[in-house]
């Protein structure tokens, strides 16, 4: 939907363009919000599944007797948030410690 589908007349049609290149169509920016909501629990659902199998890793690696960290597997996951710059790298680094958990501190 846009302002030309629901314009009535050229009037119409004029304010309503200034409304959206103000403030957006209300109806989109509705639509917009509601993915992000939906994006912002998929990411939740995923980061808590991320740092749960970390951890499982993490603790079956010690209890063999292995390292607490595994710099070159670090630098992997690093790396796939580079594209993202400084940003990705705190990303990445925020990922990766909440997968330490308690045994990282
Ligand atoms: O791949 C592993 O061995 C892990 O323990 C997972 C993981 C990660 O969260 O990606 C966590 C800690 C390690 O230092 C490296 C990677």
Redesign the pocket.
């Known amino acids: 939907m846009n302002a030309q589908t629901h314009s009535a007349s050229p009037s119409d049609h004029a304010s309503e363009a200034d409304e959206t290149a103000d403030t957006g169509n209300a109806e989109d920016i509705d639509d917009l919000r509601k993915e992000i909501d939906w994006l912002d629990a998929e990411i939740l659902r995923l980061v808590k599944r ?2 749960e ?2 951890k499982t ?2 603790a079956a ?1 010690m209890a063999a007797g292995g ?5 070159n ?2 630098m ?2 690093l790396a796939r948030y580079r594209d993202l710059g400084p940003e990705g790298r705190q990303l990445a680094m925020a ?2 410690n ?3 958990g308690r045994l ?1 501190r």
Do not use: C, K, W
Request: hydrophobic share 40%; glycine share 14%.
């Open positions: 991320r740092a199998v970390s890793i993490g690696r390292p607490r960290i595994v710099y597997r670090e992997d996951v990922l990766l909440l997968g330490r990282g």
